[in-house]
């Protein structure tokens, strides 16, 4: 057993290596070296394939490594697995919830599978209900919860013995910013009030900075670790705040500043761009176009973008050319609906909903999990009708001519939603057949997909084994083989890391300056900023639209400089009343 002074967990020089099939092997981790004291919250952050679920697996006691060793409280994992796993906690990405069974049948299965009595029973449930705010949904169904919900029910479930250390791969993908919220106000009690020794995988470098011990890899190897504070340090006097010039907008300045070589990172940031520098010295005035940049203080995330743009194979953010110009004259409405509703049964999952979306704009629609995002989505691609209201696309009426409607939609879905085991080329061929596409106009379509998205290294490999960005990428190019003038995006960035997210939006703003029209979901409230216009759902109803600048005014902060984040927050607070008000106190 470990020592209060010990390390929870320490690792000295692990490597492991995956076979694959007819590929090369990949080496997941290669000479990680790491420790996490007692009672902290630890963070692991780094692209795709870094080898944060590896590591994470290791220390669950369910790989071993093939060199190397790697000690779990106080016990080797690679001879005492089984005593690990008697005193942690893990929570994988996809938790293992029974979605036909109760809250109450879920709990009380995973308490059966770790022995747990009766009386310790009546004891942890009464806490474990009130730390996730479950009391009231204990004869509900899991299938028939929230997103943010079942993430809260399978730390419940986690929970249930009172581990010693507990293990969370990525509990906050595909949650949105609320539930996101009470999700981290769970963890930190539990480390804060409990002294639980806790380590995260997490995509969101904010909660990364939250955390008192940050391990960045990439690579399967370390680049540093410690406290967040320390890897901000990397950028001070390398980070800016500029506001775009009259005429000018903040998505056109961050692309430009994107595109330049001296320039590290840059992203929009409540209607700015804040823009990191390879070097103090560096000349910017052609990109910034007359735009003021004013220093600002170095975060984690600016200094986690040095470290990983110093090394080579990091992703570019690079654009995307179109084969045509959609240049059809400014203020032609793409997409128009009016009073759209959606009825499930008695269930009403869209509820009269209005919004026009213009050429060439981005669009975002937000809103909680189960807000009716994905159903609106899917009524406007076509895919289900609506049962009322008026929906147009591309001057179509979809309640009547929807075939010729979807000709010029193209459409990415939450998950990767290609045929695993073919390789990109396949897929693009099938889907360039599937569009309509013949001879010589296919395989130019299709060469252009490999070019643009940078495939071409890939082109005969199994889609499946692709990195998360490359799967991203795959998609991106398949939806816009038939040279489609209306993206829709469903949660395309959920999962993806930071690098993968930066490529994605330089290609997605390049697609709008060239006419084409993006409606997106999102649960990352940065990526809102990109956005010409906003509307934000829950229960089915738009609470607010307009644009980012207009969505942030409902911030409640006390200097009034409210974030995209914050003002969601607020909105939705205040549109579910007092009582969800107090809960989130």
Not at 118 to 146: H, I, K, N
Not at 163 to 191: A, K
Not at 443 to 459: G, K, N, P, T, V
């Amino acid at each position: 057993m470990a020592s209060d002074t010990q390390p929870v967990l320490r690792g000295r020089d692990l490597c492991k290596t995956f076979a694959v099939k007819e590929r090369a092997p990949v080496q997941a981790l290669q000479g990680v070296s790491l420790d996490i004291p007692r009672g902290v919250l630890a963070a692991l952050v780094g692209p795709d394939g870094a080898g944060k679920t590896t590591l994470i697996r290791l220390a669950a006691g369910l790989l071993r490594p093939d060199s190397g060793s790697l000690s779990v409280l106080g016990f080797d994992s690679s001879k005492d697995a089984q005593s690990i796993q008697d005193r942690i906690g893990y929570m994988p990405q996809r938790f293992g919830l029974y979605e036909d069974l109760s809250v109450q049948e879920n709990l009380d299965l995973y308490a059966d599978l770790h022995g747990i009595s009766v009386e310790e029973r009546a004891q942890r449930y009464p806490e474990l209900m009130s730390m996730t705010a479950l009391a009231r949904f204990t004869d509900r169904l899991a299938g028939q919860l929230s997103g943010g919900m079942k993430q809260k029910l399978g730390l419940a479930c986690t929970l249930v013995r009172s581990p010693e250390l507990l293990l969370l791969d990525e509990p906050t993908v595909g949650v949105d910013p609320l539930s996101r919220r009470e999700l981290w106000d769970i963890i930190f009690q539990l480390v804060h009030d409990r002294g639980l020794t806790v380590l995260t995988s997490t995509a969101y470098l904010d909660e990364a900075e939250r955390c008192s011990h940050v391990i960045v890899m990439h690579d399967g190897k370390v680049l540093t670790q410690g406290d967040p504070k320390e890897t901000a340090k990397q950028a001070e006097n390398r980070v800016f705040v500029a506001a775009p010039a009259q005429g000018d907008s903040a998505r056109a300045l961050q692309a430009r500043l994107l595109d330049d070589g001296r320039v590290v990172d840059a992203v929009p940031e409540a209607g700015r761009v804040r823009f990191v520098v390879a070097q103090t010295d560096a000349d910017l005035t052609t990109p910034l176009q007359g735009a003021n940049a004013e220093p600002a203080q170095p975060h984690f995330e600016d200094g986690f973008m040095i470290l990983l743009r110093q090394r080579n194979s990091a992703e570019h953010a690079s654009s995307i050319t179109l084969a045509k110009h959609l240049d059809l004259g400014e203020g032609d409405i793409v997409v128009d609906v009016h009073d759209l509703v959606r009825r499930f049964g008695k269930f009403t999952a869209v509820d009269h909903v209005s919004f026009q979306v213009h050429r060439g704009e981005i669009f975002g629609l937000l809103g909680p999990n189960g807000a009716g995002k994905t159903t609106t989505f899917r009524m406007l691609c076509g895919l289900l009708k609506a049962s009322g209201g008026t929906l147009n696309v591309a001057g179509n009426d979809l309640r009547r001519a929807g075939a010729q409607a979807r000709q010029h939609i193209g459409y990415v879905a939450q998950k990767f939603s290609l045929y695993p085991t073919l390789s990109p080329r396949e897929n693009l061929e099938f889907f360039a057949s599937a569009y309509g596409l013949r001879g010589a106009k296919r395989d130019e379509r299709i060469r252009w997909a490999l070019e643009q998205f940078e495939l071409e290294h890939s082109a005969e490999a199994v889609s499946s084994e692709l990195p998360g960005g490359y799967k991203q990428r795959l998609a991106m190019g398949a939806a816009l083989l038939h040279e489609p003038d209306l993206l829709f995006l469903d949660e395309p960035t959920s999962g993806a890391d930071p690098l993968a997210r930066r490529a994605f939006w330089r290609r997605i703003t390049a697609l709008a300056d060239q006419g084409v029209t993006v409606i997106v979901t999102t649960h990352f409230m940065q990526e809102a900023e990109y956005c010409d216009h906003i509307a934000i759902l829950d229960g089915g109803k738009i609470l607010a639209q307009g644009t980012p600048a207009d969505i942030r005014q409902h911030a409640k902060t006390q200097d009034g400089a409210g974030s995209m984040e914050q003002a969601f927050i607020d909105i939705v607070l205040e549109a579910r009343g007092p009582r969800a008000a107090e809960q989130a106190a």
